[in-house]
């Protein structure tokens, strides 16, 4: 049930088009980045903190688009879904998702320059 949920998850993230192309692999290069200065910067267990607490608030965020999306089938917020000919399509994603992001980075960040 789990795995079959799971699956669902990841060919939903992998095939939607609720964002550019190039911006699903721009932000791979940004977490990479981020990585590398903080590593860099404070050390190993540090990156450990901030990449675990990005990890935990996404997947919060992740969960809460879900749940109320009723599994990506239902407006809600910045996420708009129409029918089409009896297929569900996606607009571009909106203002509040890529605040969270933001928001979430900027949370782990002060966490680990506060962390003594």
Same mark, same amino acid.
């Given at each position: ?10 060919? +939903? ?18 977490? +990479? &980045? ?7 910067? +404070?050390?190993?267990?540090? !990156? ?12 919060? !965020? ?11 089938? =239902? ?25 969270? !992001? &933001?928001?979430? +980075?900027?949370? &782990? ?6 962390? =003594?």
């Amino acid at each position: 049930m789990i795995s079959k949920e799971i699956k669902k998850d990841i060919n +939903f993230l992998r095939n939607h088009t609720l964002q550019p192309t190039w911006w699903k692999t721009t932000k791979i290069f940004i977490l +990479f &980045a981020s990585v590398i200065i903080i590593w860099i910067i +404070f050390g190993i267990l540090k !990156v450990i903190i901030w990449f675990s607490i990005v990890v935990l608030m996404g997947l919060l !965020v992740h969960m809460i688009y879900r749940t109320k999306t009723h599994i990506y089938k =239902k407006s809600w917020m910045d996420f708009k879904v129409k029918e089409i000919g009896g297929k569900l399509t996606y607009e571009r994603i909106g203002l509040l998702y890529y605040s969270l !992001v &933001a928001l979430m +980075f900027l949370i &782990a960040t002060i966490t680990i320059i506060l962390l =003594k």
